[in-house]
């Protein structure tokens, strides 16, 4: 039995759905591998921006896989998902978000069986293993949607029909059900396959060079899409569905018993954008709800604010006492905000950037007592000046000021190829893509001032050093790590600097002091991407010891959204 025969059977038997549960599967692979949405990654973000970073991290961690609620699937996809969902294999939008639901812990652990999010590339070979054991029919006609891809890739895109009827030959009449079902589950993928179709010249040549690079980039949703839709109602013509154990089958995982639904923390974030403001969270009643947005329209002006993604879910635990007492207060120093996020979570306010000092200066006042500011929160860019007279927007405090201030230093100038090895900077604003090695481009800024640094200081050389928690594999950690601490000097290579940052190494969990079981926000001080200055040949390999990191006071920029890589978003650990 492949991987899909029991998810397609468990949902089947599970809501009463039979064939339909193909249809759902379907829709939700190309909810997973949609690139304008950032494939595979982007998809487990949308749990942790709903508060959901630790669930969606028991999917693909060790361990038993945490459940979801209906109310959770909205949350994270949106109720205009769900709705599109429901239209296309013809069931109530409640029962699409049960059965999403059901899917959504158990695909996501299936296609991480080594606890590593896969690099798009290599998910249609985690796909074509998983239907290794269906069959020769339905393997046959797989290959025949491969084989339509080939087509496109040629050039050939109306020999698509054809290679689809060849497909249905194979497989039989069942498969011919399948595929006029099918026809449901392309609309799903929208403009990820129409664009395709209608730029196919583009995709081919994705930088303009002749060559073929662009092609995976758009056809990888239609090869998976192709081949859920023939397994996924490939289950017309069998038997009585087989209900699979809630079994989490990653590797050297224990066996999973069914998890109990799992109390959230309550969330609430407000982004304001060019006068327009988006409220999104999870609160525990619907009370809460319409007390913010009466409060918010009263604010800001009905219609101005979108609540789309803010919801209510009876299991979120209420705010710290007197978070809405004190939100209320604070309201009136927003009055003239146009750009930046205000959030929180329980009690902690995660995030405060480009408010008003007003603003900021009250929230100091009304969230004292109860209330944890994460590290950074209130911190607002100043000026770092380089001895060339150009000035730098950074962080008082930070790496930029660190770094200036030490070059410039006796204790620099006396300092020894060993002694430098003990002396590390963290980056405080230098992110990653949810479980990738790719860099977030919000960390350009500080990307540029490592590079304005470099070039005042032609004789400084660095080496760049990267750290996770102990959240996940180890091996896939230490992959994240380097991975990571390369990304970072790639970077500042293409910037022009290369020379002065000869190496980059990961370390991985190596180093890490807080326990795994810690939560998100205690593990953050692992989680780290580090600079080391390097004198003569000092940048060599050198024992661990003198590789290890100092206690990061200010760095709290966390490499991935949300733990939910088993070594994800630090791949090796989502929020590594």
């Known amino acids: ?269 407000l982004t304001a954008k060019d006068g327009k403001y988006l409220a999104s969270g999870v609160v525990a009643d619907q009370k809460t709800l319409d007390e913010i947005k009466a409060k918010l329209d009263a604010q800001f002006g009905a219609g101005n604010v979108d609540y789309s993604g803010l919801k209510v879910d009876a299991n979120a635990k209420p705010f710290a006492a007197g978070w809405w007492d004190s939100f209320q207060k604070l309201l009136p120093s927003l009055k003239d905000w146009k750009t930046g996020t205000l959030a929180f979570v329980g009690s902690t306010i995660t995030t405060a950037t480009g408010l008003p000092q007003a603003a900021l200066d009250q929230i100091k006042s009304l969230f004292g007592t109860g209330w944890t500011l994460a590290a950074d929160t209130l911190r607002t860019l100043g000026k770092v000046s380089l001895p060339t007279g150009a000035e730098l927007d950074a962080y008082p405090g930070g790496i930029e000021d660190q770094l200036v201030k030490f070059i410039q230093s006796d204790e620099y100038k006396n300092a020894t190829p060993e002694s430098l090895k003990e002396k590390w900077f963290n980056f405080d604003d230098l992110t990653f893509i949810f479980g990738k090695t790719e860099l977030d481009p919000k960390s350009k800024r500080q990307l540029d001032n490592i590079t304005a640094i470099l070039k005042a200081f032609p004789d400084v050389k660095i080496k760049i050093g990267g750290y996770t928690d102990k959240k996940g594999d180890e091996a896939a950690n230490l992959k994240l790590s380097d991975g990571r601490a390369k990304a970072v000097k790639a970077a500042l290579e293409k910037a022009g600097v290369g020379a002065q940052v000869p190496e980059a190494e990961g370390y991985g969990e190596k180093f890490a002091t807080v326990d795994e079981n810690a939560s998100d926000d205690e593990r953050a001080v692992d989680r780290k991407t580090s600079v080391r200055l390097i004198k003569g040949d000092a940048g060599g390999k050198v024992s661990d010891a003198s590789n290890k990191p100092a206690a990061n006071t200010a760095n709290t920029a966390k490499p991935a959204t949300a733990n939910t890589a088993k070594p994800a978003a630090n791949t090796a650990n989502a929020n590594k």
């Open 1 to 269: 039995m492949s991987l899909f025969d029991s998810i397609i059977n468990g949902a089947s038997e599970k809501f009463g759905i039979g064939n339909k549960a193909g249809t759902v599967l379907s829709a939700l692979l190309s909810l997973i591998t949609d690139q304008n949405r950032g494939g595979f990654a982007g998809f487990l973000d949308l749990f942790s921006k709903a508060g959901l970073g630790d669930v969606a991290s028991s999917w693909i961690n060790s361990g038993v896989n945490e459940e979801l609620t209906d109310e959770q699937v909205e949350s994270a996809l949106g109720e205009d998902t769900i709705a599109d969902i429901a239209k296309q294999a013809d069931i109530s939008k409640s029962k699409a978000a049960s059965t999403l639901a059901y899917m959504i812990p158990n695909v996501v652990d299936k296609l991480t069986p080594d606890g590593v999010i896969p690099e798009e590339k290599d998910l249609l070979t985690q796909i074509g293993e998983f239907l290794s054991g269906i069959g020769g029919a339905v393997a046959g006609a797989a290959l025949a949607g491969a084989g339509a891809v080939g087509a496109v890739a040629s050039g050939a895109a109306d020999k698509v029909g054809d290679v689809a009827n060849a497909a249905v030959d194979t497989v039989g009449d069942a498969a011919g059900a399948t595929v006029d079902a099918g026809k449901k589950v392309v609309g799903a993928v929208g403009d990820t396959i129409g664009g395709a179709f209608n730029s196919v010249g583009g995709a081919l040549d994705g930088d303009g060079d002749g060559n073929n690079d662009g092609i995976l980039k758009w056809l990888l949703p239609l090869i998976l899409l192709v081949l859920a839709i023939i397994l996924g109602y490939w289950f017309c013509g069998k038997g009585t569905p087989v209900t699979p154990p809630p079994a989490n089958t990653n590797a050297n995982k224990a066996s999973n018993t069914t998890a109990t639904a799992k109390a959230v923390e309550s969330s609430f974030s």
